[in-house]
């Protein structure tokens, strides 16, 4: 069961603020953030696990809502080094394969 | 210094021509993985090796084959590509699948049909 990722796009202005929200219809043990670059590898950025927790480093940061089995992702004072298309990638069990989003395509302007 | 290596980058073949892809790791991660990435879609995964044993996905079409002769490598080979081939091919490792682990990936090989 694919993830629904939304919004499928959005265009910010440097220093502003976005959401990205990662959503399933069933339960799930773990969400697992990426970005990409267009041309690139996709890049970790962080795994949250089940049991409703946060994470975060610099200005990136997720949550991890069990109960809604929904994630988000939160981005502040973006960057212009933020663009690219940001994954949610989840498990549904440990030892599970990865389920891709399509993905948020994230674009910063000067 | 990049960690997971696919090669080439760019591959163009012929419809039905045979084409294999590489992937090489440095990470002596026990976890290979291959997956086919169209435009603007999700990474959807074909398989995987976890050391040795080989995992295909139910709905991988026959047409799409791996190998890992060793640990370090790992191959995608496409026996008679079609125009719906077309895609970026992302290879990826991970430490273990029985922990909950980063996968890394390689840059891509984007593969077009003619």
């Known amino acids: 069961q694919q993830p629904v990722q939304s919004p499928q796009a959005v265009i910010l202005r440097e220093g502003e603020d976005a959401v990205i929200n990662c959503s399933s219809s069933?339960?799930?043990?773990?969400v697992h953030w990426y970005r990409q670059k267009h041309g690139e590898a996709p890049v970790f950025l962080m795994i949250l696990l089940k049991g409703g927790e946060q994470k975060g480093h610099d200005k990136i940061s997720a949550s991890f809502n069990e109960k809604k089995q929904q994630s988000s992702l939160y981005l502040t004072a973006s960057q212009l080094s933020y663009s690219g298309t940001y994954f949610c990638?989840?498990?549904?069990?440990?030892?599970?394969?990865?389920?891709f989003g399509k993905g948020t395509r994230l674009h910063i302007l000067p | 210094d990049a960690m997971v290596i696919q090669n080439p980058r760019y591959q163009v073949t012929q419809f039905g021509k045979p084409v294999t892809l590489s992937c090489s790791q440095t990470?002596?991660?026990?976890?290979m993985y291959w997956y086919q990435q169209k435009s603007s879609q999700a990474p959807k995964l074909l398989f995987h090796y976890y050391d040795k044993d080989f995992n295909n996905e139910a709905d991988t079409p026959d047409n799409f084959q791996s190998r890992r002769p060793n640990t370090s490598f790992c191959f995608l080979d496409i026996r008679s590509p079609g125009l719906g081939d077309a895609a970026m091919y992302l290879c990826a490792t991970s430490r273990d699948m029985r922990v909950i682990d980063i996968q890394y990936f390689g840059a891509g090989t984007r593969l077009s049909v003619l």
């Open positions: 990470l002596n991660h026990n976890v």
């Open positions: 990638g989840t498990e549904r069990e440990r030892d599970d394969k990865i389920i």
């Open positions: 069933k339960a799930l043990y773990s």
